[in-house]
């Protein structure tokens, strides 16, 4: 059928721009349904991957299919099971490289619910790779753990634990642990969860009577990485779980991956056994890296925009920006997007005057300052923006005030929901997500974000 071959054409295309592990796991099972002028439908094995498609893989289906001759106004992606009833669906199966698919996470013969919230607990974004991470002093000894349990989860350094300051690289190394394992092993079950949103969950799970679904769901991961375990803090109900769930994940060699802003024994209110627990394996510690490093860093970062800094500017960024790796990156990009505005070559003169401007920014700004300045930058009003409309005028500079609520105050993301009057968290988790991914696409994304930066600042 002509159908069958344009999309044959299309999955040829992307399969050459993807890793083979995200090939088979997003696209190996997809078809098209249905192709008229106005709208093309996908048909996709369940509803994981109908979001990672939505939230991940959008751009790319919409430029491959451009790139085919095929321009439509709407694209869709429907949950269409193949081989299985619909009911079957609320199954979480994904593809596995021989085509057959297979359960996503079944912990002996569980089978798991597949409510939204899951989706998002796979939670790895291919930006982290060991590819793109510069070792060098202060995160070598991380790096090498981190590579060689991506070799061989499960059998050394069990719990790892790595701590260290923000913005250091730990969320960046344990994510590529796992982007990596999934990379050699697309069946493997990977999951990576922020502490707040396990938290989250946890408390959604006991509300809604779904604790066994959760418990079975974590305890089914063959990786299991943890960020920012210093959350978990003081709440003793979600460190019982995490204890057990800890337990049954090591008992069967199944690796964990735990990151956290200071050691085990400095975490007040941690529980004794749990903290036993995570000095088992392997803790260290990443340091700030060096001059030297963080004048790599810059490097792979702007070429990553096809830009080549000049080395005065490379040099006195990696002088000035010298607190950790993220305000460096925000430093570089201020810079980057300033020029693209203003179609400017980066250059020492300009780098000097927008740090300069930078270093003398107000330490408070409050969540109302950034909603109101996004609602002036769009012309939207407040109101609006906190509440119902769901028409995209208001739906963008919504996200973005809350993409700039985590970026620049670090909200957590309930708190985020609630600034914008919203009660559902994953609302705040997708938005900052989606933004974050726009503006690496989409300059115009990147000015609006830069612009209203410029203004909070000012
Ligand atoms: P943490 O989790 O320790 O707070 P992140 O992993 O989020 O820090 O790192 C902050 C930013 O700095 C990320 O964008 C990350 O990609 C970048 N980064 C940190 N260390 C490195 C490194 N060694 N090489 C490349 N990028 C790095
Ligand atoms: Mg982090």
């Excluded at 203003?342 to 300009?350: G, H, S, W």
């Amino acid at each position: 059928m002509e159908q069958d071959r344009l999309w044959q054409a299309v999955l040829g295309d992307i399969e050459i721009t993807l890793s083979r592990g995200n090939y088979l796991t997003w696209f190996k099972n997809t078809q098209l349904l249905k192709h008229s002028p106005d709208k093309l439908v996908i048909g996709v094995p369940n509803v994981f991957i109908k979001q990672q498609l939505e939230r991940k893989y959008h751009d790319l289906v919409t430029e491959t299919l451009l790139k085919n001759g095929v321009n439509v106004p709407l694209v869709e992606y429907k949950i269409q099971s193949v081989a299985r009833k619909p009911e079957a669906d609320d199954i979480i199966t994904l593809p596995s490289p021989t085509g057959a698919s297979e359960q996503y996470a079944q912990p002996a013969g569980t089978k798991i619910s597949n409510s939204l919230a899951h989706a998002y607990r796979l939670g790895l974004n291919e930006r982290y790779t060991f590819e793109n991470f510069v070792v060098g002093s202060g995160n070598e000894l991380a790096y090498a753990a981190c590579q060689s349990i991506a070799a061989n989860p499960g059998t050394r350094y069990n719990p790892l634990f790595l701590y260290g300051g923000v913005g250091i690289g730990k969320t960046h190394l344990i994510q590529a642990v796992g982007n990596a394992v999934l990379a050699g092993k697309p069946s493997a079950r990977v999951v990576y969860v922020s502490t707040e949103q396990f938290v989250q969950e946890f408390v959604d799970a006991l509300r809604y009577k779904k604790n066994t679904d959760f418990a079975d769901f974590y305890r089914g991961a063959d990786v299991l990485i943890v960020d920012d375990v210093q959350f978990l803090a003081g709440k003793e109900k979600i460190q019982e779980e995490f204890f057990h769930t800890f337990n049954a994940l090591h008992q069967a060699n199944k690796q964990i991956i735990i990151s956290s802003d200071k050691p085990p024994r400095e975490i007040p209110t941690l529980e004794e056994r749990l903290r036993s627990r995570f000095v088992w394996g392997m803790s260290i510690d990443m340091q700030n890296p060096d001059f030297e490093t963080r004048c790599a860093i810059l490097q792979i970062k702007s070429e990553g925009h096809h830009i080549q800094l000049p080395n005065d500017v490379v040099d006195y960024l990696a002088t000035n920006v010298s607190t950790n790796i993220r305000e460096l990156e925000g430093a570089l990009n201020q810079l980057l997007a300033f020029c693209e505005m203003r179609a400017l070559e980066p250059n020492l003169a300009i780098a000097t005057g927008l740090l300069g401007s930078s270093q003398a920014r107000p330490k408070h700004l409050s969540a109302r300052q950034i909603i109101e300045r996004c609602a002036r930058h769009y012309q939207v009003s407040v109101e609006d923006m906190l509440g119902p409309k769901r028409d995209k005028d208001i739906v963008v500079p919504r996200q973005v005030a809350m993409y700039m609520l985590r970026s620049e105050l670090h909200l957590s993301f309930p708190k985020i929901a609630r600034e914008l009057g919203r009660k559902d968290h994953t609302t705040a988790i997708h938005s900052v997500d989606k933004i974050e991914r726009e503006q690496r696409l989409d300059a115009e994304v990147r000015n609006s974000l830069a612009e209203i930066k410029e203004r909070l600042y000012a």
